[in-house]
């Protein structure tokens, strides 16, 4: 089955620098490739995503890249904010496998003010 | 209409006993899909519904657990003969087709299961 490893387990970061957390996977066959934001307590919520027929996508300040090749890919965060710390988690499915979730161990985030 | 939610945010139970842990989907959301937390880990897959059946039922981790969507809509998963290696939070996810190519799964808050 699949297997989506991510890196680094904690991450921290001065306020207003970026953030870059890498993900791969193993199945080639995969095709969506969710982000989510995941606060104490709280329950995972999707920043962005991408889809295998896309190497790019940007939204303000999150942009994700997608090299199908290497099998891996990776989140940008830029002008880190205090309220961008949480845990980060990438997944990774395929349609055609009802597009359950493969999930990546997460990525602790701290900006630091 | 309002988010996924479950039911309860926490249980308490003990080893051995039966639980029942409630999942409502976004209102019209055909895919359910059910995930365990565990504590500093990210979630594992456990079962999926395409409407009434289960599609996928690949990541249940023994036959002490089950789940049901009779409707189509509400499900339930069922954990019987708790085990404490059973801990954790148990996540409901809903997402508006497979088939109509919207991939993104709105989570609900979430059981935190504890079993002493």
């Known amino acids: 089955g699949e297997n989506v490893e991510q890196h680094p387990s904690t991450l921290s970061v001065q306020e207003g620098d970026s953030a870059v957390i890498k993900c791969t996977y193993s199945?080639?066959?995969?095709?969506?490739f969710p982000w989510y934001k995941q606060e104490l307590g709280k329950r995972p919520q999707l920043i962005i995503d991408?889809?295998?027929?896309?190497g790019e996508k940007k939204d303000q300040r999150i942009a994700v890249t997608l090299n199908k090749t290497a099998k891996h890919f990776s989140l940008h965060i830029t002008e880190t904010q205090p309220e961008d710390s949480a845990v980060y988690f990438c997944?990774?499915?395929?349609?055609?496998?009802?597009?359950?979730?493969?999930f990546g161990g997460g990525t602790r985030v701290l900006v630091k003010p | 209409g309002a988010g996924v939610s479950q039911t309860p945010s926490n249980k308490v139970t003990e080893k051995g006993k039966y639980v029942e842990l409630r999942c409502d989907p976004i209102?019209?959301?055909?895919?359910l899909y059910w995930y365990r937390q565990s504590l500093g880990q990210g979630p594992e897959f456990l079962i999926y519904?395409?409407?009434?059946?289960?599609?996928?039922d690949s990541g249940l981790p023994n036959d002490r657990f089950f789940a049901v969507r009779p409707e189509g809509s509400v499900s339930t998963l069922k954990i019987q003969r708790t085990e404490r290696g059973d801990s954790a939070v148990y996540l409901c996810?809903?997402?508006?087709?497979?088939?109509?190519?919207?991939?993104?799964?709105?989570f609900g808050p979430g059981t935190r299961l504890t079993v002493l």
């Open positions: 996810a809903s997402s508006l087709s497979r088939d109509r190519g919207n991939n993104e799964q709105f």
């Open positions: 199945d080639s066959a995969s095709n969506y």
């Open positions: 991408i889809r295998s027929n896309v």
């Open positions: 997944a990774a499915s395929i349609r055609a496998a009802g597009n359950k979730l493969t």
């Open positions: 209102s019209g959301h055909t895919a």
């Open positions: 519904f395409q409407g009434t059946g289960a599609a996928d």
